[in-house]
């Protein structure tokens, strides 16, 4: 079961204050929804164990995270392999930041994912559906934490 | 003309609707299962699965699994392969399996190891913390992609080749010419997907190894328990005396519980090392995931025929899916089992069949699912091509079987793949469902139907099935003939004790084996104590499957009973003071000839052979009968299903469905009746609803009932049912079987039905399962061509 998504997410905030927010392992974990526990392993990399509701799949899965930005300070690469339950999820995704101005800055994304287990027995409409619904959740959570609220 | 069951002779107990004697106790929820047995000190087994369908094993770490309290032990394939215990022979001895996953993984849901401890709970959780490394490789998902041997899947096999083998029947230079020759000639590849029998009562296992005696019990959901107990004697060393296999009640089987599987050995090995019992249970999705699926045969069918519509030759080329290990339960002359009834109830003059299997990344298996080893693959093929081709010529379907239909003075019919019909009569059996369901109004109703672009189609299938197998010098399991027994003590008062080597999961046997018993001898059914699935006391047969109990242990029953008689007949003459000579049995009492009046029962024979035996014989009466049929039996029949399919949705609705069979002799016509039902639920659940589908990367998409559909009442059609009867003439009673007739039956005539509904449309084939989406989307297609 391979799955592709992409988008462009407004941020309030300056591509340098988006930039360094997205480089640091703990405020990234922080806006990951369903997070029990974390832990951050290096300067780019975190362990984290969600909850996970998928129709039949429910439970907790473990991932890890890992950070892979670029040396231009405008794009980053994540890598997040994991599961649980006996799934298995590997998940890569990329940004682009692009000032828009001082104090806006346009995220272009795109990310896929294989999955491999109970979790590609779902369906690509449910995990579709279940995927983008935490993508936009973590967006949510980082515009917040970017604009001076909690997450 | 084949007679109906009510025009047999009044009988003593065959053909009567005796009710169930087992279900009082299932009904009263007092049945015995696997799960119901408690053991003390009894440990859990879980196991822990590939979540990739192919992928090296880089390592298995234990420690955290080990390191939670209650957990007694982790075994792995590593561990089995020291113990020399990683491989168990496949049925048929051309391939063997892995227990659990060494070196690869070869398919999803593979088992890589096991946990034991004190809970089930707990050994799941244990199952969690057992952290496998993988390197995924790519898989093989068709057999189309495994037979370009671009991967090879097996480093274990010396031929580096995913192809398995090459299996032919018939005259294939001949087929071909023949063919080149008609004048009208079809060809269609008819896939017969990729199912699973899903008994609701999964698989399970309880080992309790008795070190001080050591001696093995096995509690286990069998179909076959001496076959088990020999299997697990050769696999595990331990000698075949000190095995004892119990299948307690067993709730649904459909072949599904033929195999052996990993679960067993491993919850049987960790009972020997730890020395106390242990108990696995697969869950739902393991079951789907794991256990023997059914069918996986990719057949392009071609059929030659005169414009007349007479049939002159059928070939039939087959690409079959095995899975990752050669699993399939077919015995071992016949690996692609009894695939050569495909010429089913037609006079092919000449005919070819050939198999390809091969292995791909996907669970193995291809068990008989309520069939007789591939007899639902044939039948579905040879009954979907003779509508295609009844399209093709501009002819009733019915009609074009009529006139290829093998008539009834052809029996015994040798047929141009090999076998040799016992007897039928198609063309009785076939008016019988044609006057019954009012064929000629339905076609009339239909035509005007379509004039207003309504959708209501008619399908045949007049199908011949291939059961009891059977005979000692064809078929084996394990090199053991499938032969089949049955034990008969009397005792002193007339009742008694009946046991077969094979075992029930819901067909009935001990009611039955009682009448079988009960009618040879004039007792009373309700006195015969039936038992099977212990191998201690029960005498050894090869178990119940592929429609055999009746054609083989019927069979024993009848004879063992018949010994009883011969035994009886000395008694009686000592009883009536006469020459052995003057005694006959006749209306179910020993008689002596000539002297209306002076008879003996068998309840006074059998008081008699303890209280007062002839001088010089032997005191008791009991006897014991191993069968060993002379041929097969074909039952058949003829369905009929009536559709209507909405343009809009794809929706179909089964609007009737008649089943009229011919099983041979009828032992319990309610009994049969039920078959009937569940086997027909069962197809139209094939037709419609169920696949094992897997995506591109290999991933199993049916492994729950939420995605593998069983249907409940809501959807079931209603069914009507009759029969007529061409007893069989080497069966010791006649009958032929009826389980998996309604099963390898009706799938063709639920497709025949939808695809005459959408004729119009000019679809000519679209593969099982119907669902309501591809059925729309052919209409959807279809209608785009059109505009």
């Known amino acids: 079961m391979n799955l592709e998504w992409n988008g462009q997410e407004t941020i309030p905030a300056s591509k340098a204050t988006v930039w360094e927010f997205i480089n640091d392992p703990a405020k990234i974990a922080s806006c990951l929804p369903e997070v029990r526990e974390t832990k951050i392993s290096d300067a780019h990399a975190f362990d984290a164990t969600v909850g996970v509701a998928v129709g039949p799949v429910r439970g907790k899965f473990t991932f890890k995270i890992v950070l892979e930005p670029d040396a231009g300070g405008s794009h980053m690469d994540m890598k997040i392999n994991g599961g649980g339950l006996g799934s298995v999820i590997d998940l890569v995704a990329g940004a682009d930041l692009v000032a828009q101005d001082d104090t806006t800055t346009v995220l272009n994304w795109k990310g896929t994912a294989s999955m491999r287990g109970p979790v590609a027995t779902v369906g690509g409409r449910v995990l579709d559906t279940q995927a983008r619904r935490v993508i936009e959740m973590t967006f949510e959570n980082v515009k917040k934490r970017l604009s001076g609220g909690s997450a | ?787």
Not at chain 2, 336 to 355: C, K, L, N, Q, R
Not at chain 2, 359 to 377: D, H, L, M, Q
Not at chain 2, 416 to 435: C, H, I, M, N, R
Not at chain 2, 727 to 737: D, E, L, R, Y
Request: charged share 25%; proline share 6%.
């Open chain 2, 1 to 787: 003309m084949a007679t109906t069951t009510d025009d047999l002779p009044a009988r003593h107990s065959l053909g009567k609707s005796m009710k169930r004697k087992e279900d009082p106790r299932f009904i009263r929820g007092k049945g015995r299962y696997l799960d119901d047995i408690v053991l003390p000190h009894m440990l859990y087994l879980a196991l822990v699965h590939s979540p990739y369908p192919h992928a090296r094993i880089k390592s298995i770490d234990k420690s955290k699994a080990l390191a939670l309290p209650g957990v007694k032990a982790v075994i792995t394939g590593e561990d089995l392969d020291a113990a020399k215990l990683e491989w168990l022979p496949t049925f048929h001895g051309y391939d063997k399996q892995m227990v659990l996953a060494f070196g690869k993984a070869l398919y999803q849901y593979q088992e890589v190891a096991g946990v034991v401890a004190t809970s089930r709970e707990i050994a799941s959780d244990g199952a969690e913390l057992v952290e496998v490394e993988y390197e995924p490789l790519d898989p093989l998902v068709t057999p189309f992609q495994a037979r370009e041997d671009k991967i090879i899947l097996r480093d274990d096999r010396e031929s580096k080749t995913n192809h398995i083998y090459h299996w032919e029947v018939g005259d294939k230079a001949k087929a071909e010419g023949e063919l080149d020759g008609s004048a009208v000639r079809i060809k269609e590849r008819i896939l017969s997907p990729r199912c699973h029998p899903a008994p609701l009562e999964p698989c399970g296992v309880l080992a309790d190894m008795n070190k001080a005696t050591g001696r093995l019990t096995v509690y286990m959901t069998s179909q076959a328990p001496h076959v088990h107990r020999t299997a697990f004697s050769l696999v595990t060393g331990i000698p075949e005396d000190k095995i004892h296999v119990i299948s307690p009640d067993v709730g649904g089987g459909f072949g599904n519980k033929v195999p052996v599987y990993p679960g067993y050995v491993v919850a049987t090995v960790a009972s020997v090392i730890i020395g106390v019992p242990v108990k696995w249970v697969e869950s739902r999705t393991e079951n789907l995931t794991t256990t023997g699926f059914a069918r996986d045969y990719h057949m392009d069918v071609e059929i030659g025929a005169t414009k007349e519509g007479k049939v002159t030759a059928l070939k039939v080329s087959t690409v079959a899916d095995h899975g990752a290990f050669d699993a399939a339960a077919d015995p071992r002359k016949y690996p692609a089992g009894m695939f050569g009834i495909v010429t089913g109830s037609y006079d092919f003059p000449t005919a070819f069949a050939e198999v390809d299997a091969y292995f791909t990344n996907k669970a193995p298996g291809g068990i008989a699912y309520r069939c007789s080893f591939r007899v639902t693959e044939a039948s579905f093929a040879i009954e979907r091509g003779m509508d295609i081709l009844a399209r093709k010529l501009d002819m009733d379907p019915v009609e074009l079987r009529r006139r290829n239909f093998i008539k009834k003075e052809q029996f015994p019919y040798p047929s141009p793949l090999g076998f040799v019909y016992d007897s039928g009569d198609y063309e009785a059996t076939t008016q019988k469902a044609l006057d019954i369901i009012g064929y000629d109004e339905l076609r009339k109703e239909q035509a005007e139907k379509r004039k207003s672009g309504e959708l209501m189609g008619i399908g045949v299938s007049t199908f011949t099935e291939i059961v009891g197998a059977g005979p000692g010098k064809h078929f084996d399991i394990l090199g053991i003939k499938m032969f089949d027994s049955a034990e008969i003590r009397i005792h002193p008062t007339g009742s008694g004790i009946v046991r077969a080597g094979t075992r029930h999961q819901g067909q009935g046997h001990e009611t039955t084996w009682a009448q079988i018993v009960a009618e040879e001898l004039g007792l009373d059914p309700q006195e015969l104590l039936v038992e099977e699935g212990d191998t201690d006391t029960a005498p050894y047969g090869l178990g119940t499957y592929a429609s055999r109990s009746t054609p083989v242990a019927g069979g024993a029953l009848a004879l063992a009973a018949r010994r009883i008689r011969e035994k009886g007949k000395k008694i009686a003459a000592h009883l009536l003071e006469a020459s052995e000579n003057d005694v006959e049995w006749k209306d179910y009492k020993f008689n002596l000839k000539g002297v209306p009046g002076k008879s003996v029962t068998m309840k006074e024979v059998a008081f008699a052979a303890y209280t007062n035996p002839p001088p010089d014989s032997e005191p008791g009466l009991e006897a014991t009968y191993y069968y060993d049929p002379p041929n097969l039996t074909f039952p058949n029949g003829s369905y009929i299903a009536v559709v209507d399919v909405d343009r809009e949705t794809g929706a179909v609705i089964v609007r009737r469905f008649l089943a009229v069979d011919d099983c041979g002799v009828v032992i319990n016509p309610m009994i049969v009746e039920g078959q009937i039902h569940g086997g027909l639920t069962e197809g139209f659940a094939m037709a419609f609803m169920q696949e094992i589908a897997f995506d591109e990367s290999g991933n199993n998409l049916n492994t729950n009932f939420t995605e593998y559909l069983v249907p409940t009442a809501l959807e079931t059609p209603h069914w009507e049912t009759a029969n007529t009867v061409t007893p069989s003439p080497h069966h010791p009673i006649g009958a032929k079987g009826v389980g998996e007739s309604p099963n390898v039956g009706s799938p063709q005539a639920f497709v025949n039905a939808v695809m005459d509904a959408l004729a119009p449309l000019g679809i000519t084939h679209i593969d099982m399962p119907l669902t309501r989406e591809k059925v729309w989307r052919a209409i959807r297609d279809a209608e785009a061509k059109v505009s």
